[in-house]
């Protein structure tokens, strides 16, 4: 029998994807163009994790999640340039150079920067949270 914290991944061909996850994406970022998605099972809760590309080439994640019905973007993740970071990130994070930047905004307004060093694509090597002008370098791995 499966743990209750097991998730259970099931990828989605972009036909396939239920039209409600469709319509919201696509207001989000008219124009997209879905390349990949999954849909994430876990205790009571069911989120579609959908990947694209922009008009303008540019990659995009949205992670939905299921409430009462509706689905809702509870995350948008895009990769950056480790310059085009807020100064006050960069600042916060120290002697960090990292090779890749994913910036994660969150249906509350707080950014999350995760910062991979070379030879770790798994994982964060540093979090670093901006929310109405505070940054913070996150002690945990933030969940989502």
Do not use: C
């Not at 998730?7 to 390349?35: N, Q, W, Y």
């Not at 509706?70 to 990292?98: F, L």
């Amino acid at each position: 029998m499966a743990g209750a914290s097991e998730t259970r991944i099931t990828p989605v061909a972009a036909a396939d994807l239920p039209p409600a996850v469709l319509a919201v994406v696509i207001k989000a970022a008219p124009g997209l163009k879905v390349v990949e998605a999954e849909l994430k099972e876990r205790e009571d809760r069911r989120y579609f994790d959908v990947e694209g590309v922009l008009p303008n080439g540019a990659e995009i994640e949205f992670d939905l999640l299921e409430k009462n019905g509706a689905w809702e973007i509870v995350e948008t993740q895009r990769d950056i340039a480790w310059a085009d970071a807020p100064a006050a990130v960069r600042t916060a994070a120290g002697k960090a150079q990292p090779v890749r930047v994913i910036e994660s905004t969150q249906n509350d307004g707080m950014v999350i920067y995760e910062l991979f060093a070379a030879g770790q694509p798994k994982t964060p090597a540093l979090e670093v949270s901006l929310k109405d002008g505070v940054v913070k370098v996150l002690a945990e791995t933030w969940p989502h």
